[in-house]
T-cell receptor
Framework: SQKIEQNSEALNIQEGKTATLTCNYTNYSPAYLQWYRQDPGRGPVFLLLIRENEKEKRKERLKVTFDTTLKQSLFHITASQPADSATYLCALSNYGGSQGNLIFGKGTKLSVKP | EAQVTQNPRYLITVTGKKLTVTCSQNMNHEYMSWYRQDPGLGLRQIYYSMNVEVTDKGDVPEGYKVSRKEKRNFPLILESPSPNQTSLYFC?????????????FGQGTRLTVV
């Protein structure tokens, strides 16, 4: 069956360090992968999208990689700050799927300590 | 301001009493969907709509109905709510299904069925 796994439920790091979150998937052929941020009780907010033919994407302190051979995406936050504390979700869309639906992982809760 | 608006934000109801959660977007998006989010289970799709008058089941459609009579509105209907439908609900929209564009989420509706 199709599966998306975000390896850590929670990640605690010190301010200023780089946070690295992992998203693995099986039995998908995603056309693209997205990362979202979700604060408690609020809707997810889009951060970055990376296409299957892209290896890496950057936006300010954020970097996403996409390895279709390993079936994995890594999400990095450099120089992390307490304000980066949130739950981060990865989402896939099946390539060629008639639905084009976004399937979400369960998320990784990041806590950045001052 | 581009947004997805859900109402109500909070709702407590009794078992069996029909209710509707409204969702409206002002971005002229074709694709809209409903998710529920439960601890440990992540975001799961209930129903989606590719366009006006086109709706289909997601992963957890039992006990829910939707309609898409106008492009901007996509209400979620619970004909006979039960306690296992207590959850946090999100409406989302995007330009089109299958496109590599971001999803915009509403602010969420926290439903409690007693």
């Amino acid at each position: 069956s199709q599966k998306i796994e975000q390896n850590s439920e929670a990640l605690n790091i010190q301010e200023g360090k780089t946070a690295t979150l992992t998203c693995n998937y099986t039995n998908y052929s995603p056309a693209y992968l997205q990362w979202y941020r979700q604060d408690p009780g609020r809707g997810p907010v889009f951060l970055l999208l990376i296409r299957e033919n892209e290896k890496e994407k950057r936006k300010e302190r954020l970097k996403v990689t996409f390895d279709t051979t390993l079936k994995q995406s890594l999400f990095h936050i450099t120089a992390s700050q307490p304000a980066d504390s949130a739950t981060y979700l990865c989402a896939l869309s099946n390539y060629g799927g008639s639905q084009g639906n976004l399937i979400f992982g369960k998320g990784t809760k990041l806590s950045v300590k001052p | 301001e581009a947004q997805v608006t859900q109402n109500p934000r909070y709702l407590i109801t009794v078992t069996g009493k029909k209710l509707t959660v409204t969702c409206s977007q002002n971005m002229n998006h074709e694709y809209m969907s409903w998710y529920r989010q439960d601890p440990g289970l992540g975001l799961r799709q209930i129903y989606y709509s590719m366009n006006v008058e086109v709706t289909d089941k997601g992963d957890v459609p039992e006990g829910y109905k939707v309609s898409r009579k106008e492009k901007r509105n996509f209400p979620l209907i619970l004909e006979s709510p039960s306690p296992n439908q207590t959850s946090l609900y999100f409406c989302a929209s995007s330009i089109r299904a299958g496109e590599n564009t971001e999803a915009f989420f509403g602010q969420g509706t926290r439903l409690t069925v007693v």
